[in-house]
Every structure is written in structure tokens, then in C-alpha cells.
Nanobody, 118 residues
């Protein structure tokens, strides 16, 4: 059974930081591209950042220089360090794992709420 379990969301003031974690089980973690997506009310889910099994990263333009994605294959965990948070970063953040070759093998976590507000 595949599980992706996110943690680390919460309420933070503008300019603050949060670190999200996503622990995976039931997949060959080191063969999966891991990504973080987010969805605000009334909007489509969008890619925030992703890291391939080889360590290549990509980011949405809106978070470049503020967010950092990383992975620990031994722990089967992917992280999203979020700094200089803005109110527009408020959303539910979802973890995704997608097999590097067989994209049909794609799994989602349940999501964690991030709220940036004073």
C-alpha cells in the first residue's frame, strides 16, 4: 500500500519560515520524482517544486530563491523549506511521487495547510 504523509504545515506570519516533510512508504522511493504542489481556494493545483531521483530540481518562478526542495532517499522523505513566506503562499500543499519512467505510477498525499497571515 502506497502512502505519502505530509507534515509541517501551519500558521506563520509574513516573512516567516516553515519546513514541510513528506514521508513515503510502499514505493521504490529512489526511482520516483518527488514534487510539492499547492492549491489555494478557487484555483488549480500548481507545481511548486520537484526533485528527480538524480537530484535535479525545478521551481515555480513565484518561489525561486525562497523555497528549497530536498530529498533523503535513506529516509524516503522529501522536504520543502519555505522562507520569506508571503500571504499568497497560503494554500494546501500536496506531496506527489511519480515514477521516473512510468508516469502512470503517480501518488498523492492528503495535503497540509499552510496559512501565511499576520
Amino acid at each position: 500500500q502506497v502512502q505519502l504523509v505530509e507534515s509541517g504545515g501551519g500558521l506563520v506570519q509574513p516573512g516567516g519560515s516553515l519546513r514541510l516533510s513528506c514521508a513515503a512508504s510502499g514505493i521504490g522511493f529512489n526511482t520516483y520524482t518527488m514534487g510539492w504542489y499547492r492549491q489555494a481556494p478557487g484555483t488549480q493545483r500548481e507545481l511548486v517544486a520537484a526533485v528527480t531521483s538524480g537530484g535535479t530540481t525545478n521551481y515555480a518562478d513565484s518561489v525561486k530563491g525562497r523555497f528549497t526542495i530536498s530529498r533523503d532517499d535513506a529516509k524516503k522523505t522529501v522536504y520543502l523549506q519555505m522562507n520569506s513566506l508571503k500571504p499568497e503562499d497560503t494554500a494546501v500543499y500536496y506531496c506527489n511521487g511519480r515514477h521516473w519512467r512510468y508516469s502512470a505510477y503517480s501518488y498523492w498525499g492528503q495535503g497540509t495547510q499552510v496559512t501565511v497571515s499576520s
